[in-house]
């Protein structure tokens, strides 16, 4: 039995995330019913985690174990070219026995894009959160602080998360902004919650715009209730960037 590794990129906006369900198509079903073409076999594709509806990954690690002996430089080709065009892996390779996609993860990077200008974008507008109110950056970065090392993140994730508890650790989280008007904000941490880096940018946005005050957030971290919490930034902007072992 070999345990192969893939790179995935995909672009998220026709898929219902990554897992599989019953109600929309998924990354994860797609992946599964191209390599059984492919194997001839059943298989069950893991994720380092999971991807919601009209997120993208530029980075998703998954494995999946198989008896083929198909090479691994044949089966990578082989593989895209039955994926359909917003979905590719870029590498695939054998693994130890051992390796879980998603058991052996030490941190994620996840990258969340906003268009901020008085004109809606039309190239990025399926990548970013157009955002056409003037932004105070200096605000945003102050107020990124607050997120930075280890919280309960209730007040910034999904109330529906099946997550034993909320306390995650963010080792980093940087905001850089082009001339181009696009702000790009990097989060790495242990793990995310559902749903937590949209919540933890829509309360930056909040913040920028003048609607929340820099006190508030360690407020809103404190009271571990997401009543308390910012806006849900909408899912095109966001991007799994990559995930550390």
């Not at 990578?76 to 390796?99: M, Y």
């Not at 039309?122 to 997120?147: D, G, K, M, S, T």
């Amino acid at each position: 039995m070999r345990n192969l590794r893939m790179l995935l990129e995909y672009d998220g906006a026709a898929y219902h995330g990554w897992q599989r369900q019953a109600n929309g198509l998924s990354i994860q079903q797609v992946l599964e019913e191209k390599i059984a073409v492919m194997t001839g076999e059943a298989v069950k594709v893991i994720g380092s985690g999971r991807t919601d509806a009209g997120v993208h990954a530029l980075g998703q690690v998954a494995h999946f174990k198989t008896t083929s002996t198909i090479p691994d430089i044949n089966f990578l080709k082989g593989i895209n070219s039955l994926l359909p065009r917003d979905i590719v892996v870029k590498t695939l390779q054998e693994a130890s026995p051992t390796f879980h996609a998603r058991y052996d993860v030490k941190s994620k990077v996840y990258l969340y894009q906003i268009v901020n200008g008085p004109v809606r974008p039309v190239i990025n507008r399926p990548y970013a959160w157009f955002v056409p109110a003037v932004l105070n950056l200096e605000q945003i970065r102050e107020a990124a602080l607050f997120f930075k090392g280890t919280h309960d993140f209730s007040s910034f994730c999904s109330t529906h998360s099946d997550a034993p508890n909320y306390i995650r650790t963010i080792m980093d989280i940087r905001i850089e902004a082009g001339f181009d008007g696009l702000i790009r904000i990097t989060m790495e941490a242990d793990g995310f919650l559902r749903h937590m880096v949209r919540g933890i940018v829509g309360t930056l946005v909040e913040v920028g715009r003048g609607n929340r005050c820099l006190s508030d957030v360690q407020g809103t971290m404190n009271a571990k209730d997401r009543r308390y919490g910012g806006m849900t930034a909408p899912p095109q902007g966001l991007f799994l960037k990559e995930v550390k072992y």
